[in-house]
């Protein structure tokens, strides 16, 4: 469970259109095609780079696990949130019309880098 003050951080990062903790949002991304599901604590949806660090940083801070995540259709529950934390959801919103100004990672990525 997110401490409150931990998930006003992340809404003041990405905002609370695109931050989502009701139940029903949650169990939209507690599942994909795998037999079980894993709710996690706020899904979020960041739109650049920037928000994307934020978030990680937020997260890194106070020991909040993070599950990127796409559309959801893995078979193995690759982006299911199994310890909690937040879900982020990384999709091509381009068939909304909503297409992003810019990519939200460049293709590489440095695990356990400050």
Do not use: W
């Not at 795998?34 to 660090?53: C, G, H, I, R, T």
């Amino acid at each position: 469970m997110l401490k409150e003050n931990v998930l006003q951080q992340f809404v003041s990062i990405v905002g609370p259109e695109r931050c989502k903790t009701t139940k029903e949002d949650l169990l939209t991304y507690a599942y994909d095609a795998y037999a079980y599901e894993f709710l996690p604590d706020a899904v979020l949806f960041p739109k650049s780079s920037a928000e994307v660090s934020a978030i990680m940083q937020t997260a890194s801070a106070h020991n909040v696990f993070v599950t990127p995540r796409g559309a959801g259709s893995g078979l193995g529950s690759e982006a299911l949130a199994k310890q909690g934390g937040v879900a982020m959801l990384h999709h091509d919103e381009s068939h909304t019309g909503n297409q992003q100004s810019e990519p939200l990672c460049s293709g590489r990525a440095r695990c356990g880098h400050r």
